[in-house]
């Protein structure tokens, strides 16, 4: 149903001025049944202008899973991700958070919520130790337990000989490190991460699967993009492959890649190939 025919989401001034909230592990009891999706996306749309970014996206992320979301440049991937974590508001449709509406209680749900948005704007004027210790605080932990954390994380994120510099001097790769840090610092239920791995060196790439594979494995869920097929494949249990606004397939990474690789799947579904015939004075010649 195209959003001119919906009604309207809650507007952001109905929401409650936030605050603190404190934040149980993933483990813990909220008012949600166990077989409910860690992601429920129904009817989603968002247009900016003229343009259709997300067409009526409806998506299942199943507790407990590695789920990758894939698809070309402009495919609505950020779009989709930045309303499943309270980032945008769409025009139309619903998200449920272990089966919690997410504009309904936007406080209580995104306190399960961990999120590494793409193009992140950091406080970069705070050293890498005061970032993660004010996404800690913020998220309602108390001091003892945000400064352990803290010195947990600069540590698996081999920040810690660069915990006093501030942020605006950290490299890109640094940089996208403290922010996935100040994302798993509180123990959300669910993780979304927008390409995570973009500019990080192949050392700590591995450090971080190995970080989330683990979170994965004691109940947590994350959602990564990637345009990296073959990191999916590995790292990932569900993927979604996305263009133009809509879920082309869905369901365990063996269902849809069925006897091909991940990445023919994605073209063949996808398109756009083009062959370089046309740059014929681009090849090298011996003459």
Same mark, same amino acid.
């Given at each position: 149903?195209?959003?001119?025919?919906?009604?309207?989401?809650?507007?952001?001034?109905?929401?409650?001025?936030?605050?603190?909230?404190?934040?149980?592990?993933?483990?813990?009891?909220?008012?949600?049944?166990?077989?409910?999706?860690?992601?429920?996306? &129904?009817?989603?749309?968002?247009?900016? #202008?003229?343009?259709?970014? *997300?067409? #009526?996206?409806?998506?299942? *992320?199943?507790?407990?899973?590695?789920? +990758?979301?894939? #698809?070309?440049? @402009?495919?609505?991937?950020?779009? /989709? $991700?930045?309303?499943?974590?309270?980032?945008?508001?769409?025009?139309?449709?619903?998200?449920? *958070?272990?089966?919690?509406?997410?504009?309904?209680?936007?406080?209580?749900?995104?306190?399960?919520? #961990?999120?590494?948005?793409?193009?992140?704007?950091?406080?970069?004027?705070?050293?890498?130790?005061? $970032?993660?210790?004010?996404?800690?605080?913020?998220?309602?932990?108390?001091?003892? /337990?945000?400064?352990? &954390?803290?010195?947990?994380?600069?540590?698996?994120?081999?920040? /810690?000989?660069?915990?006093?510099?501030?942020?605006?001097?950290?490299?890109?790769?640094?940089?996208?490190?403290?922010?996935?840090?100040?994302?798993?610092?509180?123990?959300?239920?669910?993780?979304?991460?927008?390409?995570?791995?973009?500019?990080?060196?192949?050392? =700590?790439?591995?450090?971080?699967?190995?970080?989330?594979?683990?979170?994965? &494995?004691?109940? @947590?869920?994350?959602?990564?993009?990637?345009?990296?097929?073959?990191? *999916?494949?590995?790292?990932?249990?569900?993927?979604?492959?996305?263009? @133009?606004?809509?879920?082309?397939?869905? @369901?365990?990474?063996?269902?849809? &890649?069925?006897?091909?690789?991940?990445?023919?799947?994605?073209?063949?579904?996808?398109?756009?190939?083009?062959? +370089?015939?046309?740059?014929?004075?681009?090849?090298?010649? =011996?003459?």
């Amino acid at each position: 149903m195209p959003p001119e025919d919906v009604a309207p989401t809650p507007s952001a001034a109905s929401v409650p001025a936030p605050g603190p909230v404190p934040v149980p592990a993933p483990d813990a009891a909220h008012p949600a049944t166990s077989a409910a999706p860690a992601l429920a996306l &129904r009817g989603l749309w968002r247009r900016f #202008g003229e343009k259709i970014a *997300v067409a #009526g996206v409806d998506l299942d *992320v199943p507790a407990g899973s590695f789920y +990758g979301l894939v #698809g070309p440049n @402009g495919a609505g991937k950020t779009t /989709t $991700l930045s309303m499943a974590t309270g980032l945008l508001q769409p025009d139309a449709g619903t998200v449920l *958070v272990h089966g919690q509406d997410l504009w309904a209680s936007p406080l209580q749900v995104k306190a399960m919520l #961990g999120v590494l948005p793409d193009g992140v704007k950091l406080f970069d004027r705070l050293t890498g130790e005061q $970032l993660i210790t004010y996404a800690g605080l913020l998220r309602g932990l108390d001091r003892d /337990t945000t400064a352990e &954390r803290t010195r947990d994380l600069l540590a698996a994120m081999d920040l /810690t000989k660069d915990a006093g510099t501030l942020v605006v001097d950290y490299s890109a790769g640094m940089t996208k490190k403290v922010a996935l840090a100040c994302a798993l610092v509180h123990v959300p239920r669910l993780l979304v991460l927008d390409e995570p791995f973009e500019a990080v060196d192949p050392v =700590s790439a591995a450090n971080i699967r190995d970080i989330l594979a683990s979170y994965v &494995r004691s109940g @947590g869920t994350v959602i990564v993009s990637s345009h990296v097929m073959d990191l *999916v494949q590995r790292m990932c249990d569900h993927v979604a492959i996305i263009a @133009g606004g809509h879920v082309l397939a869905a @369901g365990t990474v063996d269902d849809v &890649r069925g006897d091909a690789s991940l990445e023919d799947r994605f073209v063949d579904l996808v398109g756009g190939r083009v062959s +370089g015939e046309g740059l014929a004075w681009l090849r090298t010649s =011996s003459d």
